[in-house]
Nanobody, 122 residues
Framework: QVQLVESGGKLVQAGGSLRLSCTASGRTFNTYVMGWFRRAPGKEREFVAAIDWSGGTTDYADSVKGRFTLSRDNAKTTVSLQMNSLKPEDTAVYYC???????????????WGQGTQVTVSS
């Protein structure tokens, strides 16, 4: 069992930066692929980024490539999503997730946090 708690979401102006964090409980954190997804108002949940257990492999949605960076610290059981050059269309609830397989599909992620709101004003 893994419990995930996100933090760092807030209101920011377009062009600004935010760093989201996700802290996991459990001693098997370093065996999980970690991902971030987001859901904007009136839209489906979408993939944002994922990182493998070692941190050596990452993948990003095209919409965030070059702006967002995902990293993990297995010793601290934490993943961090650095978001730069934020746009109003990045406004969403961001969810941290953990799963056994590297994938961009939410169906492969077994554990989810409660989400943190990111709002980007124009």
């Amino acid at each position: 069992q893994v419990q995930l708690v996100e933090s760092g979401g807030k209101l920011v102006q377009a062009g600004g930066s935010l760093r989201l964090s996700c802290t996991a409980s459990g001693r098997t954190f370093n065996t999980y692929v970690m991902g971030w997804f987001r859901r904007a108002p009136g839209k489906e949940r979408e993939f944002v980024a994922a990182i493998d257990w070692s941190g050596g492999t990452t993948d990003y949605a095209d919409s965030v490539k070059g702006r967002f960076t995902l990293s993990r610290d297995n010793a601290k059981t934490t993943v961090s999503l650095q978001m730069n050059s934020l746009k109003p269309e990045d406004t969403a609830v961001y969810y941290c997730a953990a799963g056994p397989r590297f994938s961009i599909s939410p169906t492969w992620f077994d554990y989810w946090g409660q989400g943190t709101q990111v709002t980007v004003s124009s």
